[in-house]
């Protein structure tokens, strides 16, 4: 039988097989021999030992389409990165290292703003005019009042997407419009790990249904970049390349150097003021970095 891992917890993976269910299963030991271990994401083949219990054995993770370290799972198709427009207001340093990461996983990323009903048309456009420019898709959305969630569908569908965004944004609120099903799914493996209600400790894998995935990650206040070098940084800015051949110098920091390209491109409103900033800032920091 097939199907896919949604959660893995002390040795145990919870297999989610369409049409019938969620299989507590534990690996072969030739997973281990082979020093592979099972992610979250993987499509596996699964030997059914109690249909009643809904319990099996993995036997086989078919081959994986891509493989991210943070956080770790496999076959993941884009990124739904989750911020709030007001109350709290997004905090644009952490959008971009997010961004930073996703771009650096050459993962393409949906910008998805909640809580549109309390938000001013100035708020909405400012935030579509920064991020549309960067090539990112930007959707605004009310899970609260159900706005703009069939929209968030239509992009899922097919799909398995790593959805994040900092706490107190309504990540949980929008999942729970997407898929009615997500906390009773949760509460069925809380049961049989016999463990509390569900905190988004660790990344999970909502079925959706029609192969369509949401992983569910921790919620985050701060994201660290630190492997980054600060020479390699401009590349995690997509809206730069454009602009990149036309500073005077090669290997430009696109920070103090005269005839920048980039620098001009900021001062004409081409490349968002807000963005740029954030670059400066994040330069500085990883400049900052002893390297041993």
């Known amino acids: 039988m097939q199907g896919k891992i949604i959660k893995g917890i002390a040795g145990f993976y919870y297999v989610h097989v369409e049409g019938y269910g969620i299989y507590e299963c534990k690996a072969k030991g030739i997973f281990r021999k082979d020093h592979v271990k099972p992610l979250v994401g993987d499509d596996v083949f699964m030997d059914v030992l109690d249909e009643v219990q809904m319990l099996g054995n993995i036997r086989e993770i078919l081959p994986r389409r891509s493989a991210l370290i943070r956080p770790a799972v496999a076959n993941v198709d884009q990124a739904l990165i989750i911020f709030a427009i007001v109350k709290p207001n997004p905090n644009f340093n952490l959008l971009d290292r997010f961004l930073i990461r996703m771009e650096r996983q050459s993962l393409p990323t949906v910008i998805c703003f909640n809580k549109q009903d309390i938000a001013s048309p100035e708020e909405k456009e400012a935030l579509r005019q920064s991020y549309e420019t960067c090539g990112y898709q930007v959707l605004f959305i009310s899970a609260l009042e159900n706005e703009g969630v069939e929209r968030v569908r239509e992009i899922l569908e097919g799909k398995t997407t ?27 493996i809380s049961a ?21 995935y949401i992983v569910d990650t921790p919620g985050f206040t701060s994201l660290d970049i630190s492997e980054i070098t600060k020479e390699e940084l401009w590349q995690y800015y997509p809206e730069f390349a454009r602009y990149e051949p036309f500073c005077r110098f090669r290997g430009c920091a696109h920070m103090s150097e005269p005839s920048c390209g980039v620098k001009d491109a900021v001062a004409e409103g081409k490349i968002s003021a807000v963005r740029y900033e954030n670059y400066r800032v994040l330069y500085e920091e990883l400049k900052g970095l002893k390297r041993y």
């Not at 049989?192 to 369509?212: N, Q, V, W, Y």
């Open 162 to 188: 790593t959805v994040a965004g900092p706490s107190g944004v309504g990540k949980s609120s929008l999942i729970n419009r997407l898929s009615p099903r997500a906390n009773m799914e949760t509460g069925e």
């Open 192 to 212: 049989k790990i016999e463990r509390g209600k569900h905190t988004t400790r660790h990344s999970e894998i909502i079925a959706l249904g029609d192969g369509s």
